[in-house]
């Protein structure tokens, strides 16, 4: 059981646009920023945004993020093949004293 | 561009110590910003925090491991290791290394990743 909560799976068509959630507490979520990272079949995870909203050199603007409260979205618009991957979102928890993740979201592109 | 490796035995028998090395290359390991870090993904799991180092020394470990796990860094070989002790079929999984970055809002993310290594605890 994860900390963070995030959907088992997504899916759109190509072209199409999808959405991320991210829900956690005021532990975690609500006191601090969160990152979002895109594990391709086989690889290892990839970082796609920090500090809630922003992308790291080379990550095209089609990847968006977002934080309100106690949940953060990752958004993905222009959806393409290449897009299927899992997703996670990451964040520190103060009560816990430790760094933790998101179940993971498996986006499919149909 | 900064590039890190795992390394260390793909086998460990349970109740003995898994042992690896993660060797950076293309960068410094000993930058005052950075902290470097284990994580792990059981099979079709989602990734789990192990803990981290600073080229200082300091150390920061997921509570849930904190008992069984020692990270050791060794700043002239430009690499950083896990030790897990005690080990069962539950820490069979993919370990990955990675550099921590921090912005200049004070927050921290893994920026750079290792290509994970498949460690399995088996008789």
């Known amino acids: 059981q994860s900390v963070l909560t995030q959907p088992p799976s997504v899916s759109a068509a190509p072209g199409q646009h999808v959405t991320i959630s991210c829900s956690g507490s005021?532990?975690?979520?609500?006191?601090?920023?969160v990152s979002w990272y895109q594990q391709l079949p086989g690889t290892a995870p990839k970082l796609l945004i920090y500090d809630n909203n922003q992308r790291p050199s080379g990550i095209p603007d089609r990847f968006s993020g977002s934080k309100s409260g106690t949940s953060a979205t990752l958004g993905i618009t222009g959806l393409q093949t290449g897009d299927e991957a899992d997703y996670y979102c990451?964040?520190?928890?103060?009560?816990?004293?430790?760094?933790?993740f998101g179940g993971g979201t498996k986006l499919t592109v149909l | 561009q900064l590039q890190l490796q795992e390394s260390g035995p793909g086998l460990v028998r349970p109740s003995e110590t898994l042992s690896l090395t993660c060797t950076v290359s293309g960068g410094p390991i000993s930058s005052s910003n950075h902290y470097w870090g284990w994580f792990r993904q059981p099979p079709g799991e989602a990734l789990e925090w192990i803990g981290v180092i600073h080229y200082s020394g300091s150390t920061y470990y997921n509570p849930s491991l904190k008992s069984r796990v020692t990270i050791s860094g060794d700043t002239s070989k430009k690499q950083f290791s896990l030790n897990l002790n005690s080990v069962t079929a539950a820490d069979t999984a993919v370990y990955y290394c990675a550099r921590i970055d921090s912005s200049t809002s004070g927050s921290y993310y893994m920026d750079v990743w290792g290509k994970g290594t498949t460690v399995t605890v088996s008789s």
């Open positions: 005021s532990s975690n979520i609500g006191n601090s920023y």
């Open positions: 990451g964040t520190w928890d103060s009560g816990l004293s430790s760094w933790v």
